[in-house]
């Protein structure tokens, strides 16, 4: 599962300021771990709107895609 891949690379990086790496190298790290995120949200979004689209209930999808907009739109993504 990517989050718990995710949970390493934060791991990692935390290992990283112990050791007192070099910055820009922890850096590139956390940039690794923000795309990871990032792609699991859209990974999770994705499959919450197939989700939705297959509900038999037409206002239950619709509610809840509008939540999930709202979501996007709140964090830009």
């Known amino acids: 599962m990517r989050l718990r891949r ?6 990692g990086v935390f290992g990283m300021v112990e ?3 070099d910055p820009a190298e922890i ?3 956390l940039q690794s771990v923000n795309e ?3 792609a699991t949200t ?3 979004f994705h499959a919450c ?3 939705c689209a297959a509900m038999p209930e ?3 999808a619709e509610r ?5 907009i709202g979501v996007i739109r709140q964090f830009d993504l």
């Open 6 to 11: 995710i949970e390493g690379q934060v791991r």
């Open 19 to 21: 050791q007192r790496r």
């Open 27 to 29: 850096t590139r790290q």
């Open 36 to 38: 990871a995120v990032r």
């Open 42 to 44: 859209r990974e999770l």
């Open 49 to 51: 709107a197939e989700a």
């Open 58 to 60: 037409r206002r239950s």
């Open 64 to 68: 809840l895609l509008h939540n999930l």
